[in-house]
């Protein structure tokens, strides 16, 4: 979602149980899923696992997957923080009661290989244009770059960060080692996008109203 700027640190977390989960298990847990390295050219660097995912790119009903359940206890400690901060933001206190409790529509674990970097885009679609994408360093030894508009620096470990998806963003691992993320994108019902509230300030946003503007290259100037 986009909003005015481009990295905004949200908290901090303790992310060690996590992380030492993801240690001990093998290689086998980022090749189960391998499709979107197939599919996506950015993405050829990139590992994934999927813990709350649907390739539909829906933005209701998330699916839990089964990787999920393995790392849940560890997990759900990181994913309340995120969701405390949007359920007390004033925004998700305003929205709550006539549209409900927000919700995660997708978290994965995204592993960057060692030398590996995702070229510079902006993220499109429906989905991605509506939900606040949350990115939280689980390994990460300080030499991987995250570049999102004007703005570069070092994500650290257990820190959580909102990038503003909508501007062009960029990952350099420079790290002889990988570097793992948690990314997790999280929905306020009924919060619109920027384009939707200035082109239509009395309607509501919909796949189908915000198709012109979800789909675009560039970012919109609304919030500039
Ligand atoms: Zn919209
Ligand atoms: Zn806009």
């Not at 980022?30 to 994934?48: C, G, L, N, V």
Request: net charge positive.
């Amino acid at each position: 979602m986009n909003f005015k700027g481009e990295l905004k640190k949200l908290g901090t977390c303790n992310v060690a149980p996590l992380r030492e989960r993801i240690l001990s298990k093998g290689d086998e847990l980022w090749t189960r899923s391998t499709w979107r390295q197939e599919k996506f050219p950015a993405h050829t660097y990139t590992q994934a696992v999927d813990l709350v995912f649907d390739r539909d790119g829906r933005h209701q009903n998330p699916t839990t997957q089964e990787p999920f359940y393995e790392f849940e206890d560890v997990l759900q400690p990181v994913l309340a923080k995120v969701a405390n901060h949007y359920n007390n933001s004033p925004t998700g206190r305003r929205l709550k009661k006539k549209n409900g409790s927000g919700y995660f529509i997708r978290v994965i674990f995204a592993k960057l290989l060692p030398g590996g970097s995702i070229p510079p885009h902006g993220d499109d679609g429906f989905s991605l244009m509506h939900a606040h994408r949350v990115h939280i360093p689980i390994i990460s030894d300080g030499k991987s770059m995250f570049t999102c508009g004007e703005s570069s620096r070092v994500l650290g470990e257990g820190e959580i960060w909102e990038i503003n998806n909508r501007k062009t963003h960029a990952v350099q691992n420079d790290s002889e080692n990988f570097r793992v993320h948690v990314i997790a994108d999280w929905v306020i019902a009924g919060e619109r996008c920027c384009c939707g509230k200035r082109l239509r300030p009395k309607g509501s946003c919909s796949p189908k109203e915000c198709h012109d503007t979800d789909w675009v290259d560039q970012c919109c100037t609304c919030l500039d």
